[in-house]
Each structure stands twice: as C-alpha cells, then as structure tokens.
C-alpha cells in the first residue's frame, strides 16, 4: 500500500476496513464469539479508532506474534473447550455472512472448510528460463475464512513454525490432516494494493443498491 497507516486500518466507505471485517462475523446468524489478534503496538490505537467510530462489535482483544502462526497461536491459545474456529484475514471485508455459515457447517461435519476460488486466467510456472503451462481447472486460489474444528487447529500448531506454514490449511495439512475445499466468492477478495481498495468500494456501493 505503501501507506504509514497498517492496511488494516486504511478507511473502506468511511470507517476502518477492520470494523467491515468483524460486522460481516457478527451478522452471521451464529454469532461466534470473535477474537481479534493486533500487534501489541497497535493496541491503543485501535481501541482509539473504536471510540472515534462509535464501534462497539463485542470482540475480544489479543497479542499478535512475530509471523501471522504464532498469532494465530496466541488467539487459539485464549479458547477454553472444543467447538469451531474460522481463522479470517482482516483485510478481507467483503466476506459475506452466507460464506462464513457455509465453513462452520462444513467444518462441523467434516472437520475442516478452506474457502477458494478457482483463477480464470491462464497460469504458468516460471523456473529460472523454462516455463510450464499449468491446468487452471486443478488449481485453487485459497482465502479465508479457514475454519477447523478447535482441537484438530490445536492439534496441528504444536508443530515448530516453517516457512512454509503461508496459512492455516498449511499448517493443517503438515500435521497429516485431509483437507475439505468449498467455493468461495470472488467478491471476497484481500485487500493489499491501492486498486484493491477502489474496487472493494465499487462491490460495497454495488451490494448496497441491490438491497
């Protein structure tokens, strides 16, 4: 983004994308208990940003680690008993309350939903001067929510931290845990570049005049 302001925090039809990410969970007819993990450094000012905006989403506040495994550690860390957890990036605001029912049924009956996307362009790997052309139509783009039962998440962050572990299917999957992929939305996308923004804005303003 190239932006002083954490991204998290940029502002998506007047308020910090961040609150759009927690209203989308608790609007879902579940209403999960949600767990919010921030940089330490970032404590303070969010709670800033909550009083600016008159946010009041009940959430509970908790450090974040070094890499995005060991917050998610710290988070998982604060749950007492079973049940099911839906681990979601907080730039992806678009998330719609339907997708985030579907993984927790899913993760219910099967023990694990990873949400994603299939790319509709054409894809290639590129190693050093040799390209090879790749099948779309086995290929996933994965986003959140990923959602798992508690003790089976639990289970797989024992593991030492890899370079590897890019989320939590990753991590899941190298604990020998089978994986259950469901279709995701393409509205749910991550916001991460300045564009991204802008069109996050263009699907907000489009949901809302079709309600």
Same mark, same amino acid.
């Given at each position: 983004?190239? /932006? ?9 039809? &007047? ?11 608790? !609007?879902?007819?579940?209403k999960? !208990?949600?767990?919010?993990?921030? /940089?330490?450094? *970032? ?5 800033? +940003? ?11 506040? %908790?450090? &974040? &680690? %070094? ?13 007492? &008993? ?8 907080? %730039?992806? $605001?678009?998330?719609? @309350?339907?997708?985030?029912?579907? =993984? ?5 009956? #099967? ?5 994603? %996307? *299939?790319?509709t ?11 090879l =052309? ?8 994965? *986003? @959140? $929510?990923? @959602? ?6 639990? #289970? ?20 020998? /845990? ?12 991550k916001? @991460?570049?300045? !564009?991204? +923004? !802008? ?7 489009? #949901?809302?005049?079709?309600?």
């Amino acid at each position: 983004m190239q /932006n002083a302001v954490a991204k998290q925090f940029l502002l998506l039809a &007047g308020k910090p994308i961040l609150m759009h990410t927690l209203e989308r969970f608790n !609007e879902c007819i579940l209403k999960p !208990e949600i767990i919010l993990v921030l /940089n330490i450094d *970032q404590h303070r000012y969010w709670e800033d +940003l909550c009083v600016q905006y008159n946010f009041d989403v009940p959430h509970r506040l %908790v450090k &974040g &680690g %070094v890499q995005r495994f060991h917050s998610v550690n710290n988070g998982l860390k604060t749950i007492k &008993g079973n049940g099911i957890v839906a681990v979601h990036d907080a %730039v992806r $605001p678009l998330v719609s @309350t339907e997708l985030i029912l579907a =993984s927790y049924q899913v993760a219910e009956e #099967k023990g694990s939903a990873i949400v994603a %996307v *299939q790319p509709t362009d054409s894809v290639r790997m590129i190693q050093g001067e040799d390209t090879l =052309s790749l099948k779309r139509d086995e290929l996933y783009l994965i *986003q @959140t $929510p990923q @959602t798992f039962e508690v003790s089976l998440l639990k #289970k797989a962050y024992k593991a030492d931290y890899r370079n590897d572990f890019t989320d939590d299917s990753s991590v899941v999957e190298y604990a020998g /845990n089978k994986l259950v992929v469901i279709p995701g939305s393409r509205d749910n996308i991550k916001i @991460t570049y300045a !564009e991204d +923004l !802008e069109w996050a804005e263009f699907i907000l303003q489009r #949901k809302r005049l079709l309600k």
